[in-house]
């Protein structure tokens, strides 16, 4: 079925547009398309470009997410809040009519208070590592890095970033220097996988017991409940409509999407929609959830 959905997909001709405004980004080849799903009973099936790295983008926000919540518990929910926002990732509008809070972890405001909570006491460098730990451990794999090029060029033009953060910081919603926390953040973005090692990443939130059991059963489905509202930015609710299943998407054009107890599904295709999300990564998972029947509303 993967294969049959790689082969429909290389048909399409709308293929969405790279991000440009992450210079690095902008070269590469929007042909590409990539799918791997690993299941629970310790299977990994791929398609297409699956062994091809690229840059996870905002889906590192589901790893540091999850590394926050272990570390703060609920007390991190003061500083960033649970509700879809309805506008773009990058976008600063709410921030100033509700005091510095991002609407959600999932935007790009809320993960730099995500990244700033797991930097608390830590050198930018350890809190990376920690994060490399965590991934290469739920990914079982020790080889996932971070593209410094990637790093440096959207360091090199994160200005809305870091308006985004200086904005927070004069609420007092930041802890650590803004350049410490854009810098730490800039780099989970550009940590590289490729479909097959991103699905393997994501198998901690499948839940079932030959699983990496990262975090506990209660905050794996909030999690996945904040990848189900938010996940997709303004085009949570589309995807959530169309495929059934959280999923979170980053500009350099992969999602993951989990199917509880089932699977960990990653695409991967560089051409963006207007909302920010693959074009063809969403398109793909709407096929592959209608032919597997896989939804969390059964
Ligand atoms: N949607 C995304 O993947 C955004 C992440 C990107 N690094 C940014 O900060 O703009």
């Known amino acids: 079925m993967l294969d049959?959905?790689?082969?429909?997909?290389?048909?399409?001709d709308d293929r969405g547009a790279v991000a440009t405004y992450i210079p690095e980004l902008a070269d590469i080849d929007p042909d590409q398309f990539g799918m791997a799903v690993a299941t629970v009973d310790g299977r990994v099936m791929v398609t297409g470009d699956a062994d091809?790295?690229?840059?996870i983008q905002s889906v590192s926000k589901v790893f540091t997410l999850a590394l926050a919540l272990g570390r703060h518990g609920d007390g991190l929910w003061h500083?960033?809040?649970?509700e879809p926002s309805g506008h773009a990732f990058n976008s600063i509008l709410q921030?100033?009519?509700?005091h510095?809070?991002?609407?959600?972890?999932?935007?790009?405001?809320?993960?730099?208070v995500v990244t700033d909570a797991i930097l608390e006491g830590r050198a930018p460098k350890e809190t990376l590592a920690e994060l490399l730990q965590f991934v290469r451990a739920a990914a079982d794999d020790d080889a996932i890095h971070i593209d410094a090029d990637v790093a440096r060029s959207?360091?090199?033009?994160?200005?809305?970033?870091?308006?985004?953060?200086?904005f927070m910081a004069a609420h007092g919603n930041l802890r650590n220097p803004v350049e410490m926390t854009c810098g730490t953040y800039f780099h989970q973005c550009a940590i590289a996988m490729s479909c097959r090692q991103l699905a393997m990443a994501g198998r901690f939130l499948v839940g079932g017991r030959d699983m990496p059991g990262l975090v506990a059963r209660r905050r794996m489905r909030r999690i996945l409940a904040l990848m189900m509202t938010c996940g997709h930015y303004d085009a949570s609710g589309d995807f959530a409509f169309r495929v059934g299943l959280p999923g979170k998407s980053g500009v350099g054009g992969a999602i993951l999407v989990i199917a509880p107890g089932r699977a960990s599904i990653a695409v991967w295709s560089p051409g963006l929609n207007a909302n920010g999300n693959s074009h063809l990564g969403t398109q793909a998972t709407e096929v592959f959830a209608t032919r597997t029947n896989w939804s969390v509303f059964d």
């Open 4 to 12: 049959e959905i790689g082969h429909e997909m290389a048909r399409r």
């Open 52 to 55: 091809v790295p690229f840059s």
């Open 79 to 82: 500083r960033v809040g649970r």
């Open 95 to 98: 921030l100033e009519t509700e």
């Open 100 to 112: 510095g809070i991002p609407r959600n972890p999932f935007i790009n405001a809320g993960a730099l």
């Open 154 to 166: 959207e360091q090199e033009t994160g200005h809305r970033n870091m308006a985004l953060a200086q």
